[in-house]
């Protein structure tokens, strides 16, 4: 394991098809100001909206609501939200929804009572939150970001063409509590479910393509990629089966909330790249990921080929008799391209909408991160882009 390190994730987690009975012991925790964030009306058409308010009401909170908050969230939302929850003087937030939700409900958070613009203090600059921040609960509807137990908020400006992730380093920003029933999640749309599927596998990549040494956090991983690898395939055959949608939400929670990383340098490209993708194209996150996750993959296996060769292995089944590193490798990646097309996952960029003329952009939108198996330099990220398209 690399270096010293803590580890504490205080998001208490209630899982399963009776969740959300432990709601109303966990409200009653916090005052009784409550602003219920939610997005576009999904929640209200398949009941989630009714159960979580006949709650709310029998614990006789005052509710003020945030609605309408949009797949990958943007900054003049979340300017409008923390004038409500302001005007409310809210105690507590109450997320319900999927990663853009929480995530948004986060920046509120940590807005609420800044007298900064949250834009640029906590993604221009970076900054921790120098205020007092409200305790977040989530009630998850959606499954691939990890939202619902790290301290993660990412928000798109899109007149700047910037969509910038923050993960506090304080770990109360992270949800208190979330509420996980496998079954709020067959409602979604099946592309919804197969992003949503291939950005947990990609969380747990980012997190294993670094570092030479026999780590612990990489054994993990690979065992939450083989469980992703199945039950993404068994919810991909048959959408309604409870157990692979189960096994998909517990595994989503595990693949980013700090668990992973402990110990261990990581990578982030894909997102990096994924994200000013988004920015351009406001694209659905987990497609951004998988457009692009190839030709990045192909570009760097060279300076990490051990370690793509050890994936193809223990995760892909790969026989490894007679075969040189690269060859090993090179089959892995073949493997992993089969699977994200059965899935039915976004390919390339046009798909998205991304053009040739948006390249330059893109790639200035990119933060470059030094974690993984090669720096890339902006003329890299471009020549990768170019591969995407
Ligand atoms: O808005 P509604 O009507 O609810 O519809 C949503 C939305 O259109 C729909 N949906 C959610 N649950 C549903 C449902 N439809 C039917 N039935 C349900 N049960 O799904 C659509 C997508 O929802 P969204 O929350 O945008 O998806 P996701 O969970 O993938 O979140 C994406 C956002 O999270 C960020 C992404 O960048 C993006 O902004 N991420 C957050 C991370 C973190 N906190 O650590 C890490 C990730 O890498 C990611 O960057
Ligand atoms: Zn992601």
Same mark, same amino acid.
């Given at each position: 394991?690399?270096? !010293?390190?803590?580890?504490?994730?205080?998001?208490?987690?209630?899982?399963?098809?009776? %969740?959300?009975?432990?709601?109303?012991?966990?409200?009653?925790?916090?005052?009784?100001? @409550?602003?219920?964030?939610?997005?576009?009306?999904?929640?209200?058409?398949?009941?989630?909206?009714?159960?979580?308010?006949?709650?709310?009401?029998?614990?006789?909170? =005052?509710? /003020?609501?945030?609605?309408?908050?949009?797949?990958?969230?943007?900054?003049?939302?979340?300017? #409008?939200?923390?004038?409500?929850?302001?005007?409310?003087?809210? +105690?507590?937030?109450?997320?319900?929804?999927?990663? *853009?939700?929480?995530?948004? /409900?986060?920046?509120? *958070?940590?807005? @609420?009572?800044?007298?900064? +613009?949250?834009? +640029?203090?906590?993604?221009?600059?970076?900054?921790?939150?120098?205020? #007092?921040?409200? $305790?977040?609960?989530?009630?998850?509807?959606?499954?691939?970001?990890?939202?619902?137990?790290? /301290?993660? =908020?990412?928000?798109?400006?899109?007149?700047?063409?910037?969509?910038?992730?923050?993960?506090?380093?304080?770990?109360?920003?992270?949800?208190?509590? /979330?509420?996980?029933? $496998?079954?709020?999640?067959?409602?979604?749309?099946?592309?919804?479910? =197969?992003?949503?599927?291939?950005?947990?596998?990609?969380?747990?990549?980012?997190?294993?393509?670094?570092?030479?040494?026999? !780590?612990?956090?990489?054994?993990?991983?690979?065992?939450?990629?083989?469980?992703?690898?199945? %039950?993404?395939?068994?919810? !991909?055959?048959?959408?309604?089966?409870?157990?692979?949608?189960?096994?998909?939400?517990?595994?989503?929670?595990?693949?980013?909330?700090?668990?992973?990383?402990?110990?261990?340098?990581?990578?982030?490209?894909?997102?990096?790249?994924?994200?000013?993708?988004?920015?351009?194209?406001? %694209?659905?996150?987990?497609?951004?990921?998988?457009?692009?996750?190839?030709?990045?993959?192909?570009?760097?296996?060279?300076?990490?080929?051990?370690?793509?060769?050890?994936?193809? @292995?223990? @995760?892909?089944?790969?026989?490894?008799?007679?075969?040189?590193?690269?060859?090993?490798?090179? #089959?892995?990646?073949? &493997?992993?391209?089969?699977?994200?097309?059965?899935?039915?996952? =976004?390919?390339?960029?046009?798909?998205?909408?991304?053009?040739?003329?948006?390249?330059?952009?893109?790639?200035?939108?990119?933060?470059?991160?030094?974690?993984?198996?090669?720096?890339?330099? &902006?003329?890299?990220?471009?020549?990768?882009?170019?591969?995407?398209?």
């Amino acid at each position: 394991m690399l270096g !010293n390190f803590s580890f504490c994730n205080p998001t208490k987690l209630y899982f399963g098809d009776q %969740a959300l009975q432990n709601l109303g012991d966990e409200l009653d925790r916090y005052g009784k100001n @409550v602003v219920l964030i939610y997005g576009g009306g999904s929640i209200k058409i398949n009941g989630i909206y009714d159960e979580v308010t006949a709650i709310l009401r029998e614990k006789g909170k =005052a509710v /003020a609501e945030i609605s309408g908050v949009m797949p990958n969230p943007t900054v003049d939302k979340l300017y #409008e939200g923390v004038a409500i929850a302001r005007a409310h003087h809210a +105690d507590f937030l109450l997320a319900v929804g999927g990663g *853009s939700v929480c995530d948004y /409900a986060k920046a509120v *958070s940590v807005s @609420v009572h800044c007298d900064e +613009d949250p834009w +640029d203090k906590y993604y221009l600059r970076f900054e921790e939150p120098t205020c #007092e921040t409200l $305790p977040v609960g989530c009630v998850l509807t959606m499954v691939g970001t990890g939202s619902e137990m790290n /301290a993660g =908020a990412v928000i798109t400006n899109p007149h700047a063409h910037l969509k910038i992730g923050h993960v506090f380093a304080d770990e109360k920003i992270m949800p208190k509590f /979330a509420i996980l029933n $496998p079954n709020y999640t067959l409602t979604l749309p099946h592309r919804q479910m =197969a992003a949503g599927i291939y950005d947990i596998f990609n969380h747990i990549c980012e997190q294993y393509f670094s570092g030479e040494d026999d !780590n612990t956090s990489d054994d993990l991983s690979e065992g939450l990629m083989r469980s992703v690898i199945d %039950a993404g395939r068994a919810a !991909n055959r048959d959408p309604q089966n409870y157990e692979a949608r189960s096994n998909l939400m517990w595994s989503a929670t595990w693949a980013l909330n700090t668990l992973l990383s402990r110990g261990k340098s990581t990578d982030w490209m894909v997102h990096m790249i994924g994200q000013s993708v988004g920015a351009y194209t406001n %694209a659905t996150h987990g497609m951004t990921l998988s457009a692009v996750s190839l030709p990045y993959y192909r570009y760097i296996l060279p300076y990490g080929v051990k370690k793509f060769a050890r994936f193809a @292995v223990r @995760v892909w089944d790969v026989d490894p008799a007679d075969k040189s590193d690269e060859q090993i490798a090179g #089959e892995g990646l073949a &493997r992993m391209e089969s699977w994200m097309k059965e899935l039915g996952l =976004a390919m390339n960029l046009r798909e998205l909408g991304a053009t040739e003329d948006m390249i330059d952009g893109i790639a200035d939108g990119t933060i470059l991160l030094t974690g993984g198996y090669k720096t890339l330099s &902006r003329d890299e990220v471009v020549l990768i882009l170019k591969e995407c398209l």
